[in-house]
């Protein structure tokens, strides 16, 4: 299968692109700010949010499928530049949509989308739950949703939730290592009422990858199983890594005028769909934690 993944550079698109290779797969892995390299894929620059250029490298590739895993993920960067985060985003994705769309045979569209579509009241979200994003960064993504289903061929969105696991040689890395150098400095902040399912790089990548040879169809949440706080999950992380508890310190999160943007406090997602129709057996936090500590070593 012919497989372009944008945002190749990222945490998740570099991950992804070498699982894709490592199944055998003939890989475009695009990126843009960060120029990266992945054994056996071809790695090409892309600005997807120019539309002549999504048209090129599209009809260039031929591809089966598209990962679309570029964005401004920022979420603080979005909500001071709104602007962009829309033109990146919503525009981006509509531009490799109509590239995607004019191939023939049409190639599987998949979008990586994000928990934060929600309004966090009351968590464990299903695909079919009404979204009410608080950030501009959720709402670009719903916005990108809404043009993915419009997509005459195959299409599927994923929303996940946090991503965490080995740094991988890539410029982006997962807030776990955030957390960790922070933990090892002497001392971190984590916020108790702020709940997330945070997700394995392994187990999504391996998801995704099912969800393209089974050319999977429509919505689904690709998280852990678990509702987690970041305290809580800073917390096992120290536990994994044999680093002291005592540097953690939880406290709520800001609220109202404090905060200068919106904070959900509870989008932990619901993954029964994905249980059912993947064969998904997402790791806890705790196995998870301990797998990137055994491979840290």
Known sequence: ????????????????????VASDHEVLGCYFANPTVVPGATMALLDFTDPQAGIEAVKDFKPHAIVHAGAMTNTTDCEINPESATRTNVEGTQHL????????PLP??????????????????????????????GFTKIEAERAVRNYAGVWTVVRSSLIYGPAGETTRHSFLDWMLAGIRRGGVTLYT???RSPVHVDDLCEM????LIRKAWGIYHLSGAERTSRYEFGLLAAEAFGLSQDHIVGKPSPSGIISA???????????????????YHPMSAEEGLRRVARGSK
């Open 108 to 137: 599987h569209f998949v979008f990586i989308s994000t928990d934060l579509v929600f309004d966090g009241e009351r968590g464990m979200y299903r695909e079919q739950d009404a979204t009410g994003p608080l950030m501009h960064y």
């Open 97 to 104: 949509l109509a590239a995607a769309s004019m191939l023939s």
């Open 193 to 195: 009422d702020e709940f």
């Open 1 to 20: 299968m012919r497989i372009m993944v944008t945002g190749a550079s990222g945490y998740l698109g570099w991950h992804l692109t070498r699982c894709a």
């Open 208 to 211: 995704l990858m099912a969800i």
């Open 261 to 279: 943007t919106p904070r959900p406090k509870d989008v932990s997602l619901c993954v029964e769909r994905a249980i059912r129709d993947l064969d």
